[in-house]
């Protein structure tokens, strides 16, 4: 039997789940354990999200959701999950503002609570997101995706990805 043609995007998706998990895990530090490790989890997850997530997400607008659009026959059908995206970032940038007040000393409850909401809404937004990837339109690309096309796809997502992470 031979791999799907988009295996290879449900295989980096596979080695991203664990850093995924790692969000809901250093929420449910905060408050709880050491200021020091909180710390070096939200550095972790920060260091992620930044530098190997939103380099994914750019890939996934460049040369995926384009494709996908192509397949359904409605470049729009994609905007939904692109809206996530804008929302990873967002997120992102708070959690970049959270984590530099982290590194300047103590945690108070509020900076807490917001830490704990948004480690938390990461975690939720990507987790669904991935999944809606994988159980709509990475089917799709399976059943009407031809293996050069996802080729294609694919080298134009790891060019995208590349330049996203030089920026």
């Given at each position: ?165 030089r920026r």
């Amino acid at each position: 039997m031979t791999a799907a043609p988009t295996q290879p995007l449900r295989d980096e998706h596979k080695e991203l789940l664990p850093h995924i998990e790692s969000l809901r895990v250093a929420a449910d530090a905060v408050g709880v354990a050491p200021t020091a490790v909180v710390r070096q989890r939200v550095d972790d997850a920060y260091d992620f999200l930044a530098h190997h997530l939103l380099p994914h997400a750019q890939a996934e607008e460049q040369a995926l959701y384009p494709v996908v659009g192509k397949v359904i026959g409605a470049s729009e059908a994609t905007r939904t999950m692109s809206r996530d995206h804008v929302e990873v970032g967002r997120l992102v940038e708070e959690l970049g503002a959270l984590r530099e007040r982290l590194a300047s000393g103590t945690m108070r409850e509020p900076e807490a609570q917001a830490l704990r909401r948004v480690l938390y809404g990461l975690y939720t937004l990507v987790s669904v997101h991935f999944a809606k990837e994988e159980e709509v339109y990475l089917p799709l690309l399976d059943a009407r995706l031809g293996a050069d096309e996802a080729r294609e796809m694919f080298a134009a997502m790891e060019a995208a990805a590349a330049e996203a992470k030089r920026r």
